[in-house]
């Protein structure tokens, strides 16, 4: 679950809100939180990412 997101931050300007769940990143299943942390950490600056995320237990989303 996204804890939260700082104003102005990435995950904020990308629409990922407090609560949203990530499924995928890039098309691939995310296992766990280490796995996510590692792959949005090895992301280059201003290189864009797509998740896929569940938002309010039912809506599904892409966000880059």
Do not use: F, H, M, Y
């Amino acid at each position: 679950d996204v804890c939260s997101s700082d104003l102005n931050s990435p995950a904020q300007k990308s629409g990922l809100e407090t609560g949203d769940l990530v499924l995928k990143i890039e098309g691939k299943e995310i296992q766990s939180w280490t796995e996510l942390a590692k792959n949005i950490q090895s992301t280059k600056v201003n290189e864009s990412i797509e998740l896929d995320i569940l938002r309010n237990d039912k809506d599904r989303k892409k966000v880059k």
